[in-house]
């Protein structure tokens, strides 16, 4: 006699059909939120769900919730869903997701930025979302967010890996401001943006019941709370009370007594998810870090309504139809992007990506004017004097730059930017530390067996030194000049990962599942261990990045802050009084590489050539192999160039030959490259970079080591070059006569595609003329070669349909540098 038993195929189809059908459910939840409707499901299946498992199972006695309702013939319980970023279609697919099923994700291309279109391969055209294959759900950024904050509060750790991760992943130039209102507590669903939480998920518009007249409470129903960021559900739970009513269980918190009727009390809602919340908004300010000038150049050429783009479209347009909703221009910089306080915070920071501090102030000009030709505000311009009073360090700028600023002043206010005095105090401090380097005595030059004190300028104060000079002054800190007075933090050696790219919870994933306290903790997470080598051998250091830790949330700009500090600031940054801080500016500069994903080992791409403090500096890369291992590294290294030697020449971007004179291009050896992941290979035409040299090593000199991990080594000197790779070198007012000096430095290198940037820092440590110092990491290289969009991750669950187009000039690698002299 043969016995048929089902399959996991044909219990799986069972389940899913029970949840579309509706039938033998145990329990009806009786939702309202941004929607209102009945669902009938079944209590074994749902308990697969933190929420519902501490629900049904933790703190509550199974008899109190036997509340059976004639008209749904069962248990019937209600949530009130305060969280107004928690809507329909995202419930639906988080239930359907536990029943085995629901719509596939499909994330529309033009969201989907890639290492070879960094900024979507649809920039700066944008016509729209493209429309998502039959049953689909279509992965709009609205969605997106509203399933990572669904999936968070019912805590579904497997949903919420997977929106994070391609949030993470679409981070770009439309959607890098919702996602950054998100990562900040601005809910969806406000009363000025009135986007609909109330549309169904595709395949699943038969899954809720209306509420009918008929069917309403004996007693109003009170609210359940999101769970705050590390908060178990069952603490949550277990401090609920339990209406006593002979119909319905409804879900309280104790500690939300406030109304949301009122439209001022709606907008002022914060829906905030702690460390990862605090992920978005890291991705959002690294890509802010990378593009922003970019994206000014963009906006400032096109009025608002050439460069808008229909918000809605990015919103809950789940079938891909025309929405309702009036359009709205998406801007970054002008109004209605980012709030002035964000603008003057990006202004300032260390790793926005600008040449010098000229063109910082250029830039800050340009939005500022921008913004001012919609009318003046007293709210922004309280920000626009803070911001060029202390975010841009005209310390570091030539004399010519002082006096033309001096004498800008503004199209619209007819006031100057800068104020005279700021300018004045300056170039006091300019001459200062002139004086400083150019004073010493011959007999002061340090020697190469000196030690790393006798090589310091003698600038350096710790931050006991800072509260014995506010001390001594004995007036109070608001008229204390002592207190008031910058400092610059000296940075120790560290390495850390701001920001990600979806990657790093894709990796996570294939392994173990991770639970809601891991995805928090992972999130949270921004260290990496390093060590040091020094002439090709290792030098273990003690690292103090756990001393003072870069924290990465709202109050820092999520890592966007810079680094100066007032007096009084220090000594509450610094209890321990131990940290080193400089009262003179570091210099700020960026630095970009075209060609990086051809380099050959043992050749270099040199950036621009800088002068600061005296000496000549500039920035290379070069790609190092580890033998017997076969892994990749790339070093970027900060070179003190000796002012006799040829300058090298710096990289540059050269458009791609036309098609007709592509053979000697093809011919060249290396041009392969990984395209739409690690298999495929093919030969495609390059723009050649004249500044690629070979590496030549002077007799008797040291290579650099390749540790295992992150590493700083110094370098060979310098190589030779011929007449034809070589450049002019920059304006010298003076120079440093000491063959050795004390820097520090901090490099921060964007991601492809902007959205996570690896920040290496130095503390201070001997640099003598022609020697190099540096990091070299595999986690620069890995990702230029892995297309983001094209993740198999997500196969079964979702699509993401990719193009090809040709390569631009922001196919790049981006690093801005920070160097100061102790």
């Given at each position: 006699?043969?016995?048929?038993f ?25 939702i ?6 009945v ?23 199974e ?6 309702s004639?008209?749904y013939?069962?248990?019937?319980v ?14 639906e697919v ?7 099923g ?18 979507t391969?649809?920039?700066p055209?944008?016509?729209?979302l ?7 759900q279509?992965?709009?950024?609205f969605?997106?967010?509203s ?8 805590s ?9 991760s391609i949030i ?68 949550l739970?277990?401090?609920?009370t ?16 406030s109304?949301t ?9 914060v ?12 991705a ?5 870090a ?23 479209v990015?919103s ?5 139809q ?15 992007g ?16 600008v ?14 004017e ?16 803070t ?5 841009i ?13 001096s004498?800008d002043t ?12 700021i300018?004045q105090a ?5 001459s200062v ?11 002061a030059y ?16 710790s ?14 800190e ?5 207190a008031q007075?910058a ?18 919870f894709?990796?996570?994933?294939n ?12 999130t949270?997470?921004?260290s ?22 870069l ?12 680094s ?9 940054y610094?209890?321990?009084g131990?940290?080193k ?38 920035v290379?890369?070069?790609i190092v ?18 002012s006799?030697d ?16 592509q ?18 290979l093919s030969p ?11 590496l ?8 650099p ?25 920059p ?37 003598s003329i ?14 230029e ?14 699509s ?23």
């Amino acid at each position: 006699m043969n016995h048929h038993f089902p399959s996991p195929t044909d219990l799986q189809s069972h389940i899913y059909a029970s949840l579309l059908q509706g039938t033998t459910p145990d329990v009806a939840l009786r939702i309202r939120g941004t929607w209102s409707a009945v669902y009938r499901l079944h209590r074994v299946v749902l308990i697969q769900s933190g929420f519902f498992q501490s629900l049904f199972t933790a703190g509550f006695v199974e008899s109190s919730l036997n509340r059976r309702s004639p008209k749904y013939g069962c248990d019937i319980v209600d949530l009130v869903f305060t969280d107004r970023n928690i809507t329909r279609a995202a419930f639906e697919v988080c239930i359907a997701r536990l029943y085995g099923g629901g719509p596939p994700l499909h994330v529309p291309s033009a969201l989907v930025p890639t290492a070879d279109h960094p900024l979507t391969p649809s920039f700066p055209a944008f016509d729209g979302l493209d429309t998502a294959p039959s049953g689909h759900q279509l992965a709009t950024p609205f969605l997106l967010l509203s399933l990572l904050a669904t999936s968070i509060y019912l805590s579904i750790p497997s949903i919420a890996t997977q929106a994070l991760s391609i949030i993470l992943s679409t981070v770009g130039p439309t959607t890098v401001i919702p996602y950054l209102n998100f990562a900040l507590g601005k809910p969806l669903i406000t009363h000025q943006l009135s986007l609909d939480g109330s549309q169904s998920a595709v395949g699943l518009e038969n899954l809720a019941l209306p509420i009918g007249e008929d069917d309403h409470d004996l007693y109003p129903p009170l609210k359940a709370t999101k769970p705050n960021d590390l908060e178990d559900v069952v603490d949550l739970l277990s401090s609920a009370t339990l209406k006593d009513d002979p119909c319905h269980t409804s879900i309280a918190s104790s500690d939300e007594s406030s109304s949301t009727d009122s439209a001022e009390q709606d907008d002022d809602i914060v829906c905030h998810y702690g460390a990862v919340s605090n992920k978005i908004g890291e991705a959002c300010s690294c890509w802010l870090a990378r593009w922003a000038a970019d994206m000014l150049s963009f906006e400032a050429d096109r009025s608002q309504s050439d460069f808008g783009i229909n918000l809605s479209v990015l919103s809950n347009n789940n079938r891909s139809q025309p929405s309702s909703f009036p359009p709205s221009n998406v801007v970054i910089l002008g109004r209605g992007g980012l709030s002035a306080k964000w603008v003057a915070a990006l202004v300032a920071s260390d790793t926005l990506f600008v040449k010098n501090e000229r063109h910082r102030y250029d830039f800050a000009r340009r939005v500022v004017e921008m913004r001012r030709a919609g009318g003046v505000l007293p709210e922004e311009e309280n920000e626009w004097a803070t911001m060029f009073k202390t975010g841009i360090y005209y310390t570091n700028m030539s004399m010519e730059d002082i006096i033309a600023i001096s004498c800008d002043t503004s199209s619209v206010t007819k006031e100057p930017f800068v104020p005279l005095r700021i300018l004045q105090a300056a170039h006091w401090s300019q001459s200062v530390l002139r004086h400083k380097i150019t004073s010493l005595p011959p007999s002061a030059y340090p020697l190469s067996s000196g030690t790393a004190k006798e090589k310091e300028l003698g600038v350096a104060l710790s931050t006991a030194d800072i509260l014995s000079q506010i001390s001594n002054a004995d007036l109070p800190e608001a008229s204390n000049p002592e207190a008031q007075k910058a400092y610059y933090l000296v940075p120790n050696d560290s390495s850390r990962r701001i920001g990600d790219n979806g990657t790093a919870f894709n990796n996570a994933a294939n392994g173990i599942p991770m639970s809601m306290d891991e995805i928090f903790k992972f999130t949270d997470s921004p260290s990496v261990p390093a060590s040091h080598s020094s002439n090709g051998r290792t030098v273990h250091k003690q690292s103090n990045a756990q001393a003072y830790p870069l924290t990465t949330s709202e109050s820092t700009f999520f890592g966007l802050l810079s680094s100066r500090q007032t007096a009084s600031s220090c000594v509450v940054y610094d209890p321990s009084g131990k940290a080193k801080w400089t009262p003179h500016p570091p210099c700020r500069f960026s630095v970009e590489f075209w060609d990086f994903d051809v380099l050959r080992e043992k050749n270099r791409l040199y950036s621009n050539t800088i002068w600061y403090a005296g000496s000549l500096f500039n920035v290379y890369i070069q790609i190092v192999r580890k033998k017997g291992q076969g892994q990749t590294q790339l070093g970027v290294y900060v070179h003190r160039q000796s002012s006799i030697d040829s300058i090298p020449q710096p990289s540059r971007y050269i458009p791609s030959t036309p098609p007709d004179n592509q053979n000697s291009s093809e011919s060249q050896p290396g041009a392969m490259r990984i395209r739409n992941g690690p298999t495929a290979l093919s030969p495609i035409p390059l723009h050649y970079s004249p500044s690629i040299y070979p590496l030549a090593y002077a007799p008797n000199s040291a290579r650099p080591s390749s540790p295992a991990s992150n590493s700083s080594s110094p370098s060979s000197p310098s190589p030779s070059f011929s007449n034809n790779l070589t450049t002019r070198a920059p304006t010298q007012p003076y120079r440093d006569p000491r063959p050795m000096i004390t820097a520090y430095f901090t490099a921060s290198c964007a991601s492809a595609t902007g959205s996570s940037q690896t920040r290496f820092s130095s503390a201070p440590d001997a640099f003598s003329i022609g020697q190099s110092w540096g990091w070299k990491s595999s986690s620069l290289k890995s990702e230029e070669y892995v297309d983001i969009g094209a993740d198999e991750d997500f196969d079964d669950l979702v699509s993401v349909p990719r193009k090809s187009k040709p390569k631009g000039k922001e196919v790049s690698f981006r690093a801005t540098v920070v160097l100061g002299l102790v």
